[in-house]
């Protein structure tokens, strides 16, 4: 498993169970505020990390992009160069048997 399936698996069991606490009416209306009012917070937090994360993501993904580009680009110069090379090769054996 890739480990951006396992960091999709565990925030979503996350966000399931403080989610599943804060929906049970049970749980909210029994626990002490402190805790429900934590769990609150948990889910603030989490979004906020979540978001920074999409962000970063995101971020990473135009890096990558621009990498990609320019490889591309070199791809091209290298394969012009080897050209040019494979045509002064040529153009000095044919020298070459011109002067024999």
Do not use: H
Not at 6 to 28: T, W
């Amino acid at each position: 498993m890739n480990q951006n399936k396992k960091s999709l698996i565990i925030k979503g069991f996350c966000k399931k169970s403080v989610e599943s606490k804060l929906g049970n009416e049970k749980f909210v209306n029994n626990a002490p505020p402190a805790v429900v009012e934590n769990e609150r917070k948990k889910t603030g937090k989490r979004s906020r990390k979540d978001k920074e994360c999409e962000d970063e993501i995101d971020r990473l993904k135009k890096e990558v992009r621009k990498f990609w580009v320019q490889i591309k680009k070199l791809e091209l110069v290298i394969e012009k160069a080897v050209a040019i090379a494979l045509d002064l090769e040529k153009m000095y054996y044919i020298q070459l048997a011109a002067t024999w």
